[in-house]
């Protein structure tokens, strides 16, 4: 049984902890070209009940997103760290709520069937990842990217063109300081 499954008998006495690794493949994010993972990812949350109709996630999920510096294309990784927080509810406790789909959604109140015997935590932790994933990477704070003109990586090269190119986005510009 996968770590992102929870059986509710699990949850009898009023919490439970679940904790282990996953692949992309198990939160349908393998293939992606966005996502890049550089080894597992570890969630590590805590289930709890009161009323036993509603469940209650807090946790922690962390993982290495690998990709491209988007200045000079180098592999670059990137621990991230993310709480996951959100509520699983049985139609019951959803009534006693009473708010819209769109309100649920937005606090992360995720919808159980009145049969169900366990939680399934991929729709959450997925869309934990999709919100937390880094938009960009960079290999340094003061990477200098690559040549627009040659292509040369000018982090650990140099090339005579730099000095000479002119971007032509900026062409106007020059005209009107070179008139002054």
Same mark, same amino acid.
């Given at each position: 049984?996968?770590?992102?499954?929870?059986?509710?008998?699990?949850?009898?006495?009023?919490?439970?902890?679940?904790?282990?690794?996953?692949?992309?493949?198990?939160?349908?994010?393998? &293939?992606?070209?966005?996502? &890049?993972?550089?080894?597992?990812?570890?969630?590590?949350?805590?289930?709890?009940?009161?009323?036993?109709?509603?469940?209650?996630?807090?946790? &922690?999920?962390?993982?290495?997103?690998?990709?491209? #510096?988007?200045?000079?294309?180098?592999?670059? +990784? +990137?621990?991230?760290?993310?709480?996951? %927080?959100?509520?699983?509810?049985?139609?019951?406790?959803?009534?006693?709520?009473?708010?819209?789909?769109?309100?649920? %959604?937005?606090?992360?109140?995720?919808?159980?069937?009145?049969?169900? %015997?366990?939680?399934?935590?991929?729709?959450?932790?997925?869309?934990?990842?999709?919100?937390?994933?880094?938009?960009?990477?960079? #290999?340094?704070?003061? !990477?200098?990217?690559?040549?627009?003109?040659? &292509?040369?990586?000018?982090? +650990?090269?140099? !090339?005579?063109?730099?000095?000479?190119?002119?971007?032509? %986005?900026?062409?106007?510009?020059?005209?009107?300081?070179?008139?002054?």
């Amino acid at each position: 049984m996968s770590v992102l499954v929870i059986d509710l008998d699990k949850i009898k006495h009023g919490s439970c902890r679940q904790r282990g690794d996953l692949v992309p493949a198990e939160i349908e994010l393998e &293939g992606e070209p966005r996502f &890049g993972f550089s080894g597992p990812l570890r969630l590590d949350v805590r289930l709890s009940t009161t009323d036993h109709l509603s469940f209650h996630v807090a946790g &922690g999920l962390t993982f290495t997103a690998e990709g491209k #510096c988007r200045r000079c294309l180098e592999r670059v +990784t +990137t621990k991230v760290v993310n709480e996951l %927080r959100g509520m699983f509810a049985f139609p019951g406790a959803l009534d006693k709520l009473a708010l819209s789909e769109e309100e649920r %959604r937005e606090q992360g109140i995720f919808p159980l069937e009145n049969n169900a %015997r366990e939680i399934d935590l991929t729709a959450m932790v997925r869309e934990n990842i999709i919100l937390e994933y880094p938009r960009f990477f960079q #290999c340094d704070n003061d !990477c200098r990217g690559l040549c627009p003109k040659c &292509g040369k990586e000018l982090n +650990t090269d140099s !090339c005579d063109c730099r000095e000479e190119f002119i971007d032509p %986005r900026w062409s106007k510009l020059l005209d009107l300081k070179n008139r002054k």
